[in-house]
């Protein structure tokens, strides 16, 4: 049985989807893969910090959590830190960074995942913020020091959209990737198809809680523009920024311009896209009207997906979740598995 200690820097919806994973399924973790995740330390700008070496409980934290307790109410050896002095002074093996996405700077994120690899542990994250703006340093930070940069939750939330483009699809010669890669956006066309004007949609969009009060990054395509500069930069060869992408949000579409698509047998969707001609790469986030005979068509909803084209296997299209608490909680224990299994053998 190998054992990691794990801190988590964010304690929101996904720390706590992770923390409910460990909570349910440490028996059979241990059981089919011989290995243990143990919480030392959980660091949240709002919820408070903890650390104890000794391990904290998840379900502890989670229930804590559920009742709007400060996580310094929880028995541990030390209350208070911030992020830099948890990160420093834990000694934990992985870092689980889950902080709020800035796609301008990429901090507070940035800074917590050099710390942590300065500080020797491997780092795995759902934020999009310091992959999307730096990954390149960081990347080469983390293999001058034999450490692992796990972010697969940046693009597809659990879906493992990157390990299927890096890893299986690697030599089939990856041409051309386009995607729903934002659930907001999808779901407000998907109800705009249906019938809804914008604003409808928007709002039925806020109550559920696919958008936030400011839906700014979704549906202006900033959201999407960041996991398409991931997706060029770790799969494509490329270097790009997200001044690279030729963005468009879906503010502008209307009514008639949904039922003149439907009426010819094709369909709005908000598309990330990157091709490779020659040696240029081109990328962009557009609302673009797809046959309805197209894989990415009818991927309704929140949903998420993407076609990756390819010389020896043509189009392989992949679809699943983008988002919610359990699933992008399971992308940091997909990094983590992955990282057990490189470093058991």
Known sequence: MRTYSIVLIGFGNVGQGL???????????AERFGVEYKITAVCDLLKGSVFDPAGLSPAALLQAAAQGQPLSSLPAAHTGWDAQRTLQECGADILCEM???????????????????KAGMHVVTTNKGPIAL?????AALAQERGLELG?????????PALRLGSELLAGAGIR?????????????????????SYTAALAEAQRLGF???DPTGDVEGFDAAGKVVILANLLMGAHITMQDVDRQGITALTPTDIEQAESQGQ?????????KKDDRLTASVQPTRVAHSHPLAGVSGA????TYTTDLLGDVTLIGPGAGRLETGYALLEDMLAIHRRQSN
Do not use: C
């Not at 972010?151 to 879906?159: A, P, R």
């Not at 995607?179 to 956006?185: A, C, D, K, Q």
């Open 134 to 138: 730096d990954y390149p340093r960081l």
């Open 99 to 117: 902080s709020y996405t800035d796609l301008k700077t990429g901090q507070p994120a940035i800074n917590h995942v050099e710390t942590a690899l």
């Open 19 to 29: 923390a409910q994973i460990l909570a349910e399924r440490s028996q059979e973790l």
């Open 176 to 196: 051309k990737i386009q995607g729903i890669f934002n659930g907001t956006t999808n779901y407000i066309l998907t109800r705009m198809a249906a019938g809804d």
């Open 267 to 275: 369909r709005w969707k908000l598309i990330g896209s990157l091709e």
């Open 151 to 159: 972010v697969e939750g940046t693009v597809m939330s659990g879906t």
């Open 211 to 213: 958008a936030e009060a």
């Open 303 to 306: 949903t998420n997906a993407i």
